[in-house]
């Protein structure tokens, strides 16, 4: 699968020199262009997710063209036909070249609203920084206009539509959004016409995953998801390593790791999670994202969790390059490099590799449907079930031993080999799962 973004392009590409060029070339409305207020202001109040306003202004057409990313990158017109018709045109030439489908970029800000409406303030209570920083005055608006449309929906079935002639094709869609990703989540992967599965940030965030939250999680998911798909995501390229973000020992990154597995939806797991990889710290002056570099010191960007892979620990770049690779190598991360835990049974990598050879052994782990989640004191217990086959999952989400009730049964083990403790245990150690399957 490859990544794809829909919603803008590079500011160098041909079709956005075409554009700036003037008001009536034939690309003259393949981005989003409006006129200043009378004052000379941008025609409205929307905000970057980097930082300022997401109007820059442009002296070939004297007009504002719209970013909600960087600068550099123009956002296209989706209320223009011909740009939704050339941009399905690249995700065909894609897949006629053989690719298995798609990680669909911002897939929440493809439209935007054409009267080009004010965002209203979002009240500080209610301000949530898993998506930008604290520091970041995006936190200050609620994105009703910006980003969200619901002519997205019709965009999104096209789409889908294309993918379903190519056999297999999937995507998965990224939902950024701190208010309603749970709830585009499911608004996006219903229906079986629109993208395969989307990931939100419920579990990419700060807050910890505590057995009150996972049960908070789900018991949302619940309440918005039906026949959508979730994809599960503890760590990626645009958050601190979980790791480090959520200060995790051993156990409990083990723990996390076979909880995933057990969840109902599709788990991504992001490169160097496998190896218990922590969060770089990577020097001002060897920072790459723009992100970063505008909010120093007080937000350092995403480029510590962007450092290279690990593969070797005999040499500075950890057999990632030959060449000077984008960012530095952290040094703390070659003692946890692929050929120092390949030999060593007990290695975090290996649990990876035998949690997920769990899952693809059971069926009722990959396809089933899940129960609330309900708490324990620190235990998340849940059930999934299909065909037959129910499969109890209990999640000791703390640091101190706690005891567990499983449900009336006769409970066979499973996960023996993932430190799970046997149906009859009674109790959890500190961040031990219990897992058990019976015939129904």
């Given amino acids: 699968m490859i990544d794809q973004v829909l919603s803008h392009s590079s500011d160098q590409h041909p079709w956005f020199t075409e554009s700036r060029a003037s008001r009536d070339n034939d690309k003259a409305d393949w981005y989003v262009w409006a006129d200043p207020k009378e ?8 905000l970057s997710i980097f930082g300022g306003s997401a109007w820059q202004w442009d002296a070939r057409r ?14 296209l017109n989706f209320h ?10 690249t995700v065909r030439f894609w897949l006629d070249r053989g690719v298995d489908g798609f990680r669909l970029d911002t897939i929440n800000f493809y439209v935007h609203d054409k009267d080009l409406r004010d965002n209203p303030a979002l009240p500080e209570e209610m301000r949530d920084d898993s998506i930008a920083p604290r520091v970041n005055p995006y936190n200050h608006q609620m994105h009703l206009y910006s980003k969200n449309r619901p002519e997205n929906l019709a965009f999104l079935r096209r789409f889908r539509a294309l993918l379903d002639d190519y056999p297999a094709a999937a995507a998965v869609g990224e939902v950024g959004d701190a208010q309603k990703g749970l709830e585009i989540m499911a608004e996006y992967t ?24 996972v049960a908070e999680v789900w018991d949302r998911v619940g309440s918005v998801i039906d026949d959508g798909w979730a994809c599960w995501a503890f760590s990626n390229h645009d958050v601190v390593r979980h790791a480090t973000r959520w200060d995790l020992c051993d156990a409990a990154q083990r723990c996390l790791t076979t909880l995933m597995m057990t969840m109902r939806g599709t788990a991504c797991i992001y490169q160097g999670e496998e190896l218990g990889l922590t969060e770089a710290d990577v020097a001002f002056e060897d920072l790459q994202d723009p992100y970063g570099i505008e909010f120093w010191p007080e937000f350092k960007g995403r480029d510590g969790c962007r450092t290279p892979m690990v593969w070797q620990n005999s040499n500075r770049d950890a057999g990632f390059s030959e060449g000077k690779p984008w960012l530095p190598v952290a040094s703390e991360h070659l003692g946890r490099a692929v050929e120092a835990q390949e030999d060593d049974e007990q290695a975090i990598l290996h649990h990876y590799r035998r949690a997920i050879a769990m899952r693809r052994a059971e069926p009722t782990l990959a396809k089933g449907e899940q129960s609330p989640v309900t708490r324990q004191g620190s235990v998340a217990l849940f059930t999934r079930t299909y065909d037959g086959v129910e499969i109890l999952c209990a999640f000791n989400l703390g640091d101190a031993e706690a005891p567990v009730s499983l449900p009336k049964g006769d409970w066979q083990g499973i996960g023996s080999d993932l430190g799970g403790a046997a149906p009859d245990a009674g109790g959890l150690a500190p961040w031990q799962c219990l897992l058990a399957r019976r015939v129904i």
């Fill in 39 to 46: 004052d000379g202001t941008p025609p409205n109040n929307w």
């Fill in 62 to 75: 004297e007009q504002y063209y719209l970013h909600n990313f960087l600068v550099s990158q123009p956002d």
């Fill in 80 to 89: 223009c036909p011909q740009v939704q018709d050339a941009l399905l045109d």
């Fill in 190 to 213: 219903s229906g079986g016409d629109k993208v395969h599965m989307c990931y939100s940030f419920e579990f990419l965030s700060k807050q910890a995953p505590t057995a009150a939250r």
